[in-house]
């Protein structure tokens, strides 16, 4: 559903992404990485935001830098930041990225409805977006991503602002997803979400993807197999936080 070859992002010789290549089929995957690893930089070219410096991406086996158009049908997007018509009401915003996806505006009416119950926030369709707060705003673009019903949805940090009802909704709602044949691709900070939701973790650091696989094949080739997520992820990323701070402590 998602293939990356040998894709490649540089910002003024800065190698952001460096040859990634990468394979992601219908399942939860979960992409990890420290801040600035290249984790938005591989989604934002996965996506079309910016160009990749080089390699090949495919979407539901369209070509993303030859045919764009057909291949941004296939997937629904959640940034990091949601990207949102503040003037706009929440049913509006939903109606026009319905229009844009050419969804018949029954089902964007029938399929709205239903998600904005799902995240509580169907008493407030018709408000502006600008006075929402940063977790209302996430959750229309979670609906909002999801009104096409698109093969794959990206999602970047999408617990990030939502309560905790809604980040148990939402984890019920992609495993749902995944069951019935949706590939979604998400990246976290939150190990225990991703230890307890994917199928597949991808782990990144300094643009290169470090280790693939199941949480038991990851487990498998570290020095703790019995180890936890967040004890792969620092080994692998070499991060030595726990001696930094009994340095510190020792000092304080």
Do not use: W
């Amino acid at each position: 559903m998602i293939f990356l070859k040998n894709i490649s992002k540089t910002f003024d010789s800065f190698p952001a992404v460096d040859h990634l290549t990468l394979e992601v089929n219908k399942e939860f995957f979960v992409f990890l990485g420290p801040n600035g690893a290249g984790k938005t930089s591989t989604i934002k070219m996965m996506t079309g935001l910016i160009a990749p410096t080089s390699g090949e991406i495919s979407i539901n086996g369209i070509n993303l830098l030859k045919n764009p158009i057909e291949a941004k049908k296939q997937f629904g997007l959640v940034p990091d930041q949601p990207a949102l018509y503040e003037k706009l009401t929440a049913r509006e915003f939903v109606q026009f990225v319905g229009t844009v996806y050419k969804v018949p505006d029954t089902k964007v009416e029938e399929r709205m409805n239903r998600l904005f119950d799902i995240f509580e926030l169907a008493d407030r369709l018709d408000d502006l977006i600008e006075d929402f707060s940063h977790g209302m705003k996430q959750k229309v673009a979670l609906v909002a991503a999801l009104i096409h019903e698109p093969a794959v949805l990206f999602l970047d940090e999408p617990t990030m602002g939502l309560d905790p009802h809604a980040v148990r909704n939402l984890k019920d709602l992609l495993r749902g997803l995944v069951a019935k044949g949706t590939t979604v691709f998400m990246s976290t900070h939150i190990l225990e979400i991703a230890e307890q939701m994917c199928d597949r973790v991808g782990i990144i650091d300094k643009g290169k993807l470090l280790a693939v696989g199941t949480l038991n094949e990851l487990r498998a080739n570290s020095s703790s197999p019995g180890g936890s997520l967040e004890d792969i992820f620092l080994e692998l990323t070499g991060t030595p936080y726990q001696s930094k701070v009994k340095d510190f402590l020792e000092t304080f």
